[in-house]
């Protein structure tokens, strides 16, 4: 069981020690993976509880709204990723002006140590906390000695000890950016490496135009309230997974729908080999579910009427089934 704390007062007064680390976390890629798992092996190593303490909003959404990059993944989706890696615990802290007003002292004295009771604190060397990211490896090597808890610094996935490399061919350090710029030229793939698991989204599926199934194939829509980054429009192969926990293959759709002079982007996802073709009879309307994205089978394109996209759709689903089921 993974204990989830929304403050540092929902901690129990008895918890700890423990083996520490914070960041955003955001697609809890491969990178994060590493030095959670440097935390967990030292946690286990010396009989403390593992614990990681990460931020609900970003906070570049607070300091600079207006630039802020778009999350790889919503909340949920973060706090189950951590808990899958093993942790004992995760404390999630409310991100605004007050607790970026904390010195890289009180922040680490009010919640690592005074409500973690941190052991062990595990940063990455470019690490930075604190009033104006003021904090940085030094500065916690100092408040170790203060504070009386060691130190393990860890170097993040990417060049050293993975052999992930970028479009020209050199090692690169894997990165939420890194992610981002993936998805948003549709390289889920690309995207899959970095983050060690496909990329996914979450929402409810709401009623949509209902095209999908006067043409045959009727999709979930999600809200678009969805959390996730929507990657590049186009046509995917990728997983649905509903609300009782069963995963389906399933042909992605992302886009405008521009055979239909759509406007508004939509993520819509057609489950291939429903148990029957009748709408009726698989009813995903209110649930919430995942959609997994695999790999980006083509553009989005404009046909001349519903016969020619009927056609293609056809084509897509076949060669979705093929990537998906007879792998």
């Known amino acids: 069981m993974v204990y989830i704390w929304n403050d540092p007062s929902e901690v129990p007064a008895d918890f700890g020690p423990s083996v520490v680390t914070f960041g955003n976390f955001d697609g809890v890629h491969r990178g994060h993976q590493q030095v959670l798992s440097e935390l967990i092996r030292s ?35 973060k706090l189950v990723a951590l808990g899958e890696l093993g942790l004992d615990a995760i404390l999630v802290m409310k991100y605004s002006l007050n607790l970026a007003s904390l010195t890289p002292e009180e922040f680490v004295g009010q919640i690592l140590v005074d409500s973690l009771h941190a052991s062990h604190v595990v940063i990455g060397h470019d690490s930075r906390f604190g009033r104006g990211n003021s904090g940085d490896l030094d500065t916690m090597k100092q408040l170790g000695e203060k504070f009386d808890f060691d130190v393990q610094v860890i170097s993040e996935f990417g060049s050293e000890g993975y052999p992930l490399h970028d479009d020209d061919g050199t090692d690169r350090r894997c990165s939420s950016t890194w992610v981002r710029e993936a998805l948003q030229e549709g390289d889920v793939a690309t995207a899959a490496a970095v983050l060690g698991r496909p990329h996914r989204m979450r929402g409810e599926v709401v009623h949509g135009a209902a095209r999908g199934r006067v043409l045959g194939f009727p999709t979930a829509n999600l809200a678009h309230e969805a959390t996730g980054f929507i990657p590049a429009d186009g046509i995917y192969a990728g997983w649905l997974v509903d609300q009782a926990g069963t995963r389906w293959p399933a042909a992605i759709s992302v886009g405008s729908n521009p055979t239909f002079d759509g406007v508004s982007r939509q993520v819509e996802a057609h489950v291939i080999d429903r148990p029957h073709e009748a709408v009726e009879d698989f009813d995903l309307y209110g649930q919430t579910v995942v959609v997994e994205f695999v790999a980006r089978l083509r553009g989005m394109v404009a046909y001349r009427g519903p016969e020619a996209l009927v056609d293609q759709m056809r084509l897509d689903v076949i060669q979705a089934h093929d990537l998906l089921v007879r792998r």
Do not use: Y
Request: glycine share 6%; net charge negative.
């Open 43 to 77: 946690a286990r190593f010396n009989g403390t509880k593992a614990v990681a303490v990460t931020f609900d909003p970003h906070p570049a959404l607070i300091h600079r709204p207006e630039s802020a990059p778009e999350m790889i993944m919503g909340l949920q989706d």
